[in-house]
């Protein structure tokens, strides 16, 4: 009995000539009546077909061409059938599929969920006039308006297209050799603390790629212990390999970088945590040494003049009609925010651009000017919208998705370079890049006897610049001869030190490096490939497994909190004033599909659902 149970009995094609059925999903179906029998048997086929259909056998004989079409006819019947019924199911699954790229577009641009059915009546509104008249047009517009983006539809797909995502994330981050991350915390529109947690990973052919880990609310206090506990217990959670981290990178708080209670201290104080490498922010810390230049002197008159002329209505639009009948180079002025990076660039190069047009203004209202008449303290203002210009320049560079540390570590010891040459040229009375400071010696006659006196000056402020930036970069300083020969393996170095220096930075074997650098040096067949962009990847890891190593991490490292500041304004964006009633879930489903650069898998999405139309 167990040998007769285990037998499979298998569908024959010459049971639909001969007994008019079929196989349907490996079940027999009687191509006349639509009957199934249990087991593909011929006794039970041939057994039905005499029993309910014997008179086939007078109409269409057997073995001849009329039963052969019969048998087609009814097949073919058969198909249109079940054609009739899947149809409609591939309609409504290419409706959900719409729906899903439809919302993941409106994510993207950080729509309000509600704004879906404002597109599909826009949509509707679209069909109806250009396809009404067309072949097929009625059956388009009814496709077009089975997509469901309703205001109730838009959270579930989010929130689906967010665990997709996040599942292609954890299959990266268990694949990869090496991560890093990056941590920062900001309070949103109802005055929750949301902290967010950026990965960088690296793989085994050196590949990389930055993504959002996580957005934690913090609810009650932000002290260093609360963002440890929040962040620990969600690596915890979603059992993050925390042997391959390499570094962190915070901002300046207290609460992430306290020498006893801050975050960091907390992750080194603990044993689940390897040890890490760990930088503040160099966007934050280049915005810091700018302070260093002062001029208050310069910069509290200007804000006050702007915010003067822009806090009164009438005021403000009087001074832009008179910026238009004169043609300026700007039609207003910027207000200053003492918190973005670039706001005291911008807003003193506009002042100054604008200083003729504001003295006529203030002069028209019969205010004082003796100020903006001042030589001496032009020339200071010109230098300080040059200084700050530069500044924001070697900012803006820092910024980016994909920016590496030696990346920025070349940008800082270039600015550093261009500030010894700069203060070089002040010394010698010279003002080649200082196209601020040439214009006011060009249009003032009397201007260069003041500045022979204060060039001075102006050098001294170049200088504590430049001190002020080896002070506050000290640590990336010390990771710059592990970057450079990372670079650049086949540089002139003391191999001891380096190996020294890898071994000490990334927890290697001195030893062990040491050879590695020796053998890869005078590796010929690597040296035919030197500066070429996969470098590493042509290694072999096995033989080169230090240095390989090293490299990886090196790839891995964050040099700012870029990420976290720009995902903090697409929040902002998404949970603004008249959005805060979105709760944390819905917010970070929301950020996740917003800032990945992962594509949902919308396949596996559809499938993975009963697909229905809108109603």
Not at 44 to 52: A, G, L, Q, S, Y
Not at 242 to 252: N, R, S
Not at 432 to 437: D, E, G, N, Q, T
Request: glycine share 4%; proline share 3%; hydrophobic share 40%.
């Amino acid at each position: 009995m167990a040998e007769k149970r285990k037998k499979t009995y298998y569908f024959h094609n010459e049971w639909e000539d001969e007994l008019f059925f079929t196989t349907v999903k490996e079940t027999c179906v009687c191509l006349i009546c639509g009957a199934t029998v249990a087991t593909a048997k011929r006794h039970n086929v041939e057994r039905h077909f005499i029993t309910n259909h014997k008179s086939y056998h007078d109409h269409y004989p057997p073995r001849s061409a009329l039963r052969a079409e019969k048998a087609r006819e009814l097949k073919a019947a058969l198909g249109k059938q079940q054609s009739f019924f899947t149809r409609p199911a591939k309609k409504s699954q290419k409706a959900t599929e719409a729906s899903f790229r439809a919302t993941h577009f409106l994510i993207k641009k950080k729509k309000a969920f509600s704004d879906g059915e404002v597109v599909k009546e826009a949509m509707m509104i679209i069909a109806n006039t250009v396809l009404k008249d067309e072949k097929n047009g009625a059956d388009l517009i009814s496709t077009l308006s089975d997509v469901q983006i309703g205001p109730s539809t838009i959270p579930r797909r989010v929130s689906a297209m967010s665990g997709n995502l996040v599942d292609q994330l954890d299959r990266d981050l268990a694949k990869c050799r090496w991560f890093s991350i990056q941590c920062d915390e900001s309070v949103d529109s109802t005055s929750t603390a949301q902290l967010l947690v950026f990965i960088r990973m690296v793989f085994e052919d050196f590949s990389t790629r930055e993504e959002l880990l996580a957005l934690l609310p913090l609810k009650t206090t932000t002290r260093g212990v609360d963002i440890y506990n929040t962040v620990k217990e969600f690596f915890v959670q979603k059992k993050v390999p925390l042997e391959k981290l390499v570094a962190v990178t915070t901002d300046g708080a207290p609460a992430m970088i306290g020498r006893h209670t801050g975050f960091i201290a907390h992750c080194k104080g603990d044993p689940d945590f390897p040890k890490f490498l760990h930088y503040h922010c160099i966007i934050h810390q280049q915005a810091l040494c700018a302070k260093v230049i002062g001029f208050e002197h310069v910069m509290t008159p200007v804000v006050k003049i702007i915010n003067n002329i822009r806090s009164k209505a009438k005021q403000h639009r009087i001074f832009k009609v008179l910026l238009d009948e004169m043609s300026a180079e700007y039609g207003d002025l910027l207000l200053h925010t003492e918190i973005r990076w670039l706001s005291r660039g911008r807003v003193l190069l506009r002042f100054f651009s604008l200083l003729g047009e504001i003295k006529d203004f203030k002069l028209s209202k019969g205010e004082d000017v003796s100020l903006l008449e001042d030589t001496e303290w032009i020339l200071d203002l010109a230098f300080l919208t040059d200084i700050t210009g530069k500044l924001n320049n070697l900012n803006c560079e820092l910024q980016g998705k994909g920016k590496t540390v030696v990346d920025m570590i070349s940008a800082l010891n270039a600015f550093k370079a261009k500030m010894s040459v700069f203060s070089g040229d002040l010394q010698r009375k010279k003002v080649l890049h200082f196209p601020s400071v040439q214009s006011v010696l060009k249009d003032n006659a009397s201007a260069s006897e003041t500045f022979d006196k204060v060039a001075e000056k102006y050098c001294e402020v170049i200088n504590r610049l430049g001190q002020d930036f080896e002070n506050r970069f000290c640590d990336l300083y010390q990771l710059e001869p592990c970057v450079s020969f990372i670079s650049n393996p086949f540089m002139n170095v003391d191999t001891t030190c380096c190996a020294e220096q890898l071994s000490a930075t990334f927890n290697l074997d001195a030893g062990a490096v040491e050879i590695e650098i020796i053998t890869l040096q005078n590796d010929l067949h690597l040296k035919a490939y030197q500066g070429a962009p996969n470098f590493w990847c042509l290694d072999d890891t096995q033989k080169y497994s230090g240095v390989c190593t090293a490299a990886m991490k090196v790839a891995s490292l964050f040099g700012s909190t870029y990420l976290c500041e720009s995902a903090f304004s697409d929040m902002n964006f998404i949970k603004n004033k008249h959005r805060t009633r979105i709760t944390d879930a819905h917010l970070k489903d929301s950020l996740t599909v917003a800032v990945s650069s992962y594509t949902p898998d919308y396949n596996t999405l559809v499938n993975s659902m009963q697909c229905q139309a809108s109603h």
